[in-house]
């Protein structure tokens, strides 16, 4: 006799498209960015409004709530600009332009970034040094530690431009005073980050090496820098963020010829805001683009690493 | 079994040790006096408190003792773990997550500078006395707990210490495991004819695996009785259930009992 079971199906039916965007970061995501655009566009609409109110009571026409949207997400100088008009302005800069022209946003956005660049890789040097001096001198840790925390209680909108003022009074200018800026503070999480993960290792795994009389050098290349590596990577998604604001900030007080920081003065000068937002937007897509890079090194590093299956 | 007089591993005389805390001394370890010979299995048996993983510590001088003398391979501790003369398993196996089972074993190699083809032998045959070649190129995370300690054990063999030193290193595996664990351990003692001081507080552990058994009380830690047991050096599990077995157990267990005040 045969018995027949009711077989449960062994693969689940493919999930619809909702589903299936909603399992990831994608479809939380999206809803919240759509909820902003939306968000910016009534921004917009109310801001511009009164300019537009104006011109009409002037002309003295008749309006409707239909034309008075039209135009107030269409004006040369908005209070508020637009989403779209921020993407044609940046479509405009950055493909529409070669990219050495002064006019170009990738121009632009290449002097800001090589100067972030330039300081974030001295920052992070520096911060590590600083952490390792720390961790090994007890001495350094009580005399340091202090300075280090009370470093970044210093406005850098007031210290950014002493630096940049000192510096061109002997003579250097450009890159290096930013980059400068950028190192002040890069350092921070990144010295924060090592002093924590260079003494992460367990009393076990201390303990372990110990047995093996092992030098502080062995101590601190086989055991302590390995156990550091995922808070370093965290640091440095903090420090590369940092190093393009430190960078931005640094083009503003001498009212450099270029870099995102410029474009932003610039436009400020002369009322384009288009311009700075186009700027601002750029800005923050360099910044997400340059932690997500970090952040691709850093799984690719773990899983090397087997710390991350 | 021929007597030969045999060299002392480690010699204690009226070794003290006192940890200063903000609620007064601790007196870790009271005027322990002990012998450990060449070729010896002895184990530390006691309640926790007793002292019996700070005199192994102090062996390996990973604590410094306050008074009292303490000879290693006849040098001090410190000099002995300058010469790397002795292969320490700790209560976790203790591998560094970021290196392969092959690298964890190798790293004591590393540290001692061996050449590259030194350290693959070494290595080698270590994994292979305990039971796990093939799994070179795996993480730690990928392996259970039972072989992460096997590791250990090879990482400590592969130095090719004639002193091992255990602290309760089967202590968090499940019985089957430990059972098994137990057995290896024997045989490859057996095999080797290193000195092993195994720091447990489990009794037939003691007793089936050991040639002396230190018994201690805690508070302040003391030996209270060495008990030694001359069983066959090729015992199996099954020797648990024989009556010189439960003899033996019987008495370290007197001897728990006497040294343990309930009262506090």
New interface residues.
Partial sequence: MMTSVTQQPLVQPPAGIGTRLFAGNTGPVTVILLLFVAIWYAGAVYLNAPWQIDIYERAKVDWTLGDLVHETLRQERPVLPAPHQVLVEMNETIFGKRITSKRSLVYHTWVTLSSAFLGFVIGTLLGGLIAVGIVHVVSLEKSLMPWVISSQTIPILALAPMIIVVLGAIGLKGLVPKAIISTYLCFFPVTIGMVKGLRSPNPLQMDLIRTYSASKWQIFWMLRFPSSVPFLFTSLKVAIAASLVGAIVGEMPTGAQAGLGARLLAGSYYGQTIQIWSALVTAALVAALMVALIGWIERLTLKRMGLQP | MPETTKRNVVTCEDLSLTFETADGPVFALSEINLQVSQGEFVSFIGPSGCGKTTLLRTI?D?EKSTSGSILVNGVTPEAA??N?D???V???S?L?????IENNVA??L???GLAKAERDARVAKNLALVDLLGFENK???QLSGGMQQRVSIARALC?EPELLLMDEPFGALDEIVRDHLNEQLLRLWNKTNKTVIFVTHSIPEAVFLSTKIVVMSPRPGRIIDVIDCGFARDRTLEFRESPEFLEVAHRVREGLRAGHSYDD
Wanted: aromatic share 26%; hydrophobic share 50%; net charge positive.
């Fill in positions: 390996a990973l773990r300058m790397r002795y292969g320490y700790f209560q976790a203790a560094y997550p970021w290196r392969t790293l004591p590393e540290i001692m993480f730690p995370w130095l």
